[in-house]
Nanobody
Framework: QLQLVESGGGLVQPGGSLTLSCALS????????VGWFRQAPGKEREGVSC????????NYKDSVKGRFSISRDNAKNTVYLQMNNLKPEDSARYYC???????????????????WGQGTQVTVSS
């Protein structure tokens, strides 16, 4: 069964850090991409970052560049999103998703992914 499971969300103060994990199971090929998306109440789901699992290339939404870092551990089939200097506007439910390769446009739709995790909540508040 193909599955993605996120973990690591929580409540953090502005300026703090969190690391999200996305554990993948059931995917036999290493040639795919994993993206992190987020959705705040009343807003569209937006792509935050993506990594191609084979060669490791990455991309980031402009507003998180320099603060977020995506990485992978192919042996553990896990993708991480290290989030530093968190801001209240980063508060959202974060989802990981799988596709063939990372998006190359500024905006990415939900249709990019063929599998989604259930999400993990990140709240940045003092």
């Amino acid at each position: 069964q193909l599955q993605l499971v996120e973990s690591g969300g929580g409540l953090v103060q502005p300026g703090g850090s969190l690391t999200l994990s996305c554990a993948l199971s059931g995917f036999t090929s290493g040639l795919y991409a994993v993206g992190w998306f987020r959705q705040a109440p009343g807003k569209e789901r937006e792509g935050v970052s993506c990594i191609n699992m084979g060669e490791g290339s990455t991309n980031y939404k402009d507003s998180v560049k320099g603060r977020f870092s995506i990485s992978r551990d192919n042996a553990k089939n896990t993708v991480y999103l290290q989030m530093n200097n968190l801001k209240p506007e980063d508060s959202a439910r974060y989802y990981c998703a799988r596709s063939v390769m990372c998006w190359t446009t500024d905006v990415v739709s939900r249709a990019w992914a063929d599998y989604w995790g259930q999400g993990t909540q990140v709240t940045v508040s003092s």
